[in-house]
């Protein structure tokens, strides 16, 4: 449709629109066409929440433009059962910065290292919920939030820890065979370290890195 008729009377509020696709062209008749409709990412999250095992759906309609009837024509148009998609790919960041290899200080705390998704606004809606999971288990001290995927101190980082592969699955809660992971390094390391640099009969001269994080 080019527009839609003024006297069309939704069976639905404009809230729970979740897109239009208007002037589709149609090059033949009675050919199959193939309809793109662009999801509004501030109404999905509107999409009703099903009983476990049951999956979303959302309705449509259409309508000619040469024709003031709108198909189906009742309140409950096509049914279109939503499936659950894998999550997008992610990353970690503390404060805004990507992170890859990570160099945390014994005793003390540090921002949650968060996670940082490639797609905006994700999870749009529940059927995209994930959980959270870390192979091998994290130094000791250290903790992974299985709703958010942060890796935060619990309460400090309590022992040394040479360097190590983490890897980090976001897995669906609707559908087990669906998940992104994400490998990121992590050792912790005393907060200094010092070494003698030079020597002279009267001064000695240090070297030292000191981490506050």
């Not at 999905?44 to 476990?52: D, K, S, T, V």
């Not at 000791?140 to 040479?162: I, K, Q």
Request: charge should be negative.
């Amino acid at each position: 449709a080019t527009t839609l008729p003024q006297d069309f009377v939704p069976a639905f509020l404009e809230s729970e629109v979740l897109g239009r696709a208007l002037a589709v062209p149609v090059e033949a008749v009675n050919t199959d066409l193939a309809v793109v409709i662009t999801s509004s990412l501030s109404t999905a999250a509107n999409i009703q929440r099903m009983p476990l095992g049951v999956n979303p759906e959302v309705y449509t309609w259409c309508r000619h433009s040469q024709s003031l009837v709108i198909f189906p024509e009742d309140g409950s148009g096509i049914t279109i059962e939503l499936a659950v998609l894998r999550a997008p790919s992610f990353q970690y960041a503390a404060d805004g910065v990507a992170l890859n290899d990570v160099v945390l200080a014994r005793n003390i705390s540090f921002p949650t290292l968060a996670v940082q998704w490639s797609e905006e606004g994700f999870p749009v809606y529940y059927f995209d919920e994930v959980g959270f999971t870390i192979t091998p288990t994290l130094p000791n001290g250290l903790d992974l939030s299985s709703e958010r995927g942060g890796v935060r101190a619990d309460p400090v980082p309590a022992v040394l820890s040479v360097k190590g592969d983490f890897t980090i699955k976001a897995q669906s809660k609707y559908d087990v065979s669906k998940f992104q992971q994400t490998l990121m390094s992590i050792s912790v390391e005393e907060p200094a370290q010092c070494s003698l640099s030079s020597i002279k009969s009267t001064e000695a001269l240090m070297s030292c890195t000191v981490r506050d994080a």
